[in-house]
């Protein structure tokens, strides 16, 4: 009794492994014939509802807990969005500050800091907050920095600079196919004015320091809860190294420690992109005896089911199995009926048993 309660406790990762807790942000699903495109202009982010911005009344100034958010200095409103398929997070950054600090090198430049870990592993991301004391510095860094959780500091803007500091051992994170950015702004350094920032990035379960190669993308699907985190360093003075740092953690610490992060859920359509689409997918279960489960994914209310095997034989069953008496190329169709109507999806040869 006592170890079944054990292993419920340990079934919940979610509510020891990241900041705020309770508090979960939507991470909004654009359906897959609507994806932003990164150039810039925020126009393809207008169908995603107000209720999925995260402005600054959830950010905190870790330098100055009494200083309260005033739009005068800095207005910074972000949406996360994603698509079904692609282990991509994209991000809308929508900014007003008094003071673009950008004009010098190094990292005294407004910056985004972005921080996510895809599969809530929790845990230290960068060297200085690795446990085993006996790492040398290089080691720690060539083992796990940014490697299970990745921290980007993006300039905003970056000017005769890389759009990015992929903080650790793994530049290529900040890099096309697995990132992308593009910004929007008519400002010099030390002047206000807005500023549009759009970017995709790629969580990785393990963005491994010898390169991309064996590399693991956090696999992204609807409901999944990440972990993900970012701060605002809003510099506001090109002669003085102070800056603001607008969290929406309430933990400084969230750069470097993934289970300080905020949870965010992978949002499914909301109703008004949803379809009703017949959809399905197979696994072979037994080659030599042609045995083939088949799984209805279909997207909205399904209440029946009609399966044409290609063989000649049928089922109404949701996710029948099936025998094949010879072995060949088959197309397989599945018919749907449900409260929002019909439909079917018919699949040529994918299902090869021989
Ligand atoms: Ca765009
Ligand atoms: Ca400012
Ligand atoms: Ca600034």
Redesign the pocket.
């Known amino acids: 009794m006592k170890r079944l309660l054990i292993l419920a406790l340990l079934a919940c990762p979610a509510l020891s492994a990241a900041d705020r807790p309770g508090t979960v942000f939507k991470i909004f699903q654009f359906p897959a014939n609507m994806i932003p495109r990164v150039d810039g202009n925020a126009d393809d982010w207008k169908m995603v509802p107000d209720d999925y911005a995260i402005g600054m009344d959830q950010l905190v100034d870790d330098t100055n807990k009494d200083r309260k958010p005033d739009p005068k200095d800095?207005d910074v409103k972000v949406k996360v969005g994603w698509v079904k398929g692609l282990n991509r997070l994209y991000f809308l950054y929508e900014a007003y500050?008094n003071?673009?600090?950008f004009g010098q090198p190094g990292l005294h430049n407004?910056i985004f800091e972005v921080v996510v870990d895809g599969d809530m592993s929790g845990g230290p991301l960068i060297e200085r907050f690795q446990p085993t004391k006996e790492l040398s510095e290089r080691d720690a860094h060539f083992s796990m920095h940014g490697v299970q959780a990745q921290n980007y500091h993006i300039m905003t803007p970056a000017v005769g600079k890389d759009w990015a500091l992929a903080w650790g051992c793994n530049a290529y994170v900040k890099e096309l196919p697995y990132a992308n950015a593009a910004y929007n702004y008519n400002f010099k350094p030390g002047e206000s004015g807005r500023l549009t920032l759009e970017f995709w990035i790629t969580p990785f379960d393990y963005a491994g320091c010898e390169g991309p190669q064996r590399a693991v993308e956090s696999v992204l699907r609807e409901n999944k809860l990440i972990g993900l985190a970012w701060a605002i360093l809003?510099?506001?003075d090109a002669t003085s190294e102070k800056h603001a740092f607008w969290n929406l953690s309430r933990q400084h610490t969230m750069y470097g420690k993934a289970d300080e992060l905020v949870a965010f859920r992978l949002m499914p359509l909301e109703p008004q992109f949803r379809r009703f689409e017949a959809n399905w997918s197979f696994q072979v279960l037994d080659l030599d005896r042609r045995v083939v489960a088949f799984r209805d994914e279909t997207t909205g209310t399904a209440t029946a089911w009609k399966w044409n095997f290609g063989d000649g034989s049928s089922s109404t069953e949701q996710n029948p199995i099936h025998q094949y008496a010879k072995g060949a190329d088959y197309t397989v169709t599945l018919e749907v009926a449900g409260p929002e109507g019909k439909s079917s999806r018919e699949k040529i040869w994918d299902v090869a048993v021989k």
């Open positions: 800095l500050d003071y673009w600090d407004d809003d510099y506001d």
